[in-house]
Structure formats: C-alpha cells, structure tokens
C-alpha cells in the first residue's frame, strides 16, 4: 500500500507570490491534516478536514487555506508569501475522525520563500 | 491548547547505550504516539500508545496516562536512530489535532 504521497517535495518561491501544496492520503483513510513545521520546533497544526469538510483550525492567517477532494486529496494554499511561510509543510491522514490507530504522515514538501 | 514537554532536549550517545526520552502533557488525551523524524524530515510513526505498554524490537513505550506521561527507551542505540524523537497528543474535544512537543535531538555516536 503506498502511503501519504506529498508534491512537490522541494519548492522555491518569491515573496508575494502564492503557493499550492498537495496531499494524497492512505487509501481508506478519510481524515486529511496539515502541518507547519519550523527549523528546531515541533509541528503546527494548520487545518484538518474530513469528509470534504474542514474540522479543525489551527491559528494561522486566513492567507492559508485548504480543501479536500472526492477522492480525499487535499490541497493546502498559502498566498501572499512571506520570508516566515518559509518550512517544511506536512500532511498526516488517519481512518477516520476518532482517530484510531493515529496518524500517518508523508514526507513533506518543504518551501523556500526568498 | 495542550502543552506537551519533552525532555531531555539533547542527547548524545555512544553505540549501544541505552537512553529514555520523557513526554509529559498538561491534560487527558484521546491518543499520543511516538515518532522519529529523519534526517529528510519524515515523521515516522513509532508507536501509538494512548496507555499502557508496547514494545517494538529495541523500541518500548509506556504511557501512564493518570499521571499525564509518557516515557520512550532505546536500547543498544544504533547511529541509524540519531534524529529528532517526537510525543505528540490529542485531545479527544479537538480530533485530529497533534499537538508536539519541541523533541528530543538523539545522536548516536559510534
């Protein structure tokens, strides 16, 4: 079974511009969340959504936004970039809301705003 | 939110030492894994251990979720298990929000 794919795994963007980041769960897994993660902290919880709806929401500025797909994909938007968007961006999926058995994350696109 | 401390923030090893990372949280949870972030930052899920005892090879885990920890051993560190170690949690009232500690930096020497 493949498990949570995220692309691109590198990006490289100018201040200003904005961003897609995508996310495929685990197949059977309906529960997508997104996370920021910082050089020497643990991650933020950004978004989760379920269902194709959004559950949860981390405290970051409404430039971050997000949806979820038929198929349970996700994407993450960020526009307006700023030097500080600068992180690696996870995406975790688990079975289903009540979170059985935990989270799986993928690899996680990390972004470079210059 | 949840406030979750990990100690120790450092740890340096010598091959084949045995070493225990501690998790402690400020509220009940639902759920609290266990993972090991590579080098490539991947988090790797190492255990899913809302309470009670689990083991995995060298790797063990116990949560004693009355008092609000939970403790990770390595036994016999390998340099393929230097990284950062990661708790994380969730509360049941916020599903499908991890909140993480800052994790532990482990570096195995050999």
């Known amino acids: 079974d493949a498990g949570v794919t995220q692309s691109p795994t590198h990006l490289i963007k100018t201040r200003g511009q904005h961003v897609t980041l995508r996310c495929s769960p685990i197949?059977?897994?309906?529960?997508v969340s997104w996370y920021q993660q910082v050089l020497g902290q643990g991650p933020q919880f950004i978004f989760q959504?379920?269902?194709?709806?959004?559950?949860g929401r981390g405290n970051f500025p409404d430039r971050f936004s997000a949806r979820q797909f038929p198929n349970y994909s996700s994407e993450l938007n960020v526009n307006a970039l700023l030097l500080g968007d600068s992180a690696l961006y996870l995406c975790?999926?688990?079975?289903?809301?009540?979170?059985?058995?935990?989270?799986?994350f993928g690899s996680g696109t990390r972004l470079t705003v210059v | 939110g949840i406030q979750v401390e990990q100690s120790p923030p450092d740890l340096i090893l010598q091959e084949g030492a045995n070493s225990t990372l501690r998790c402690n949280f400020s509220?009940?949870?639902?759920?609290l894994q266990w993972f090991h972030q590579n080098p490539w930052g991947q988090l790797i899920n190492l255990f899913y251990?809302?309470?009670g005892t689990k083991q995995n090879g060298r790797l063990s885990a116990t949560t004693v979720a009355t008092e609000r920890y939970s403790l990770l051993y390595i036994s016999s560190s390998q340099t393929t298990d230097s990284g950062v170690y990661f708790c994380?949690?969730?509360?049941?009232?916020?599903?499908?929000?991890?909140?993480f500690g800052r994790g532990t930096q482990l570096t195995v020497w050999p």
């Open positions: 959504y379920y269902e194709k709806e959004e559950r």
């Open positions: 197949s059977g897994h309906k529960s």
């Open positions: 994380a949690v969730d509360r049941g009232s916020t599903l499908g929000r991890l909140y």
């Open positions: 251990i809302p309470s």
């Open positions: 975790a999926s688990s079975l289903m809301n009540s979170v059985l058995g935990g989270y799986t």
């Open positions: 509220d009940s949870v639902n759920n």
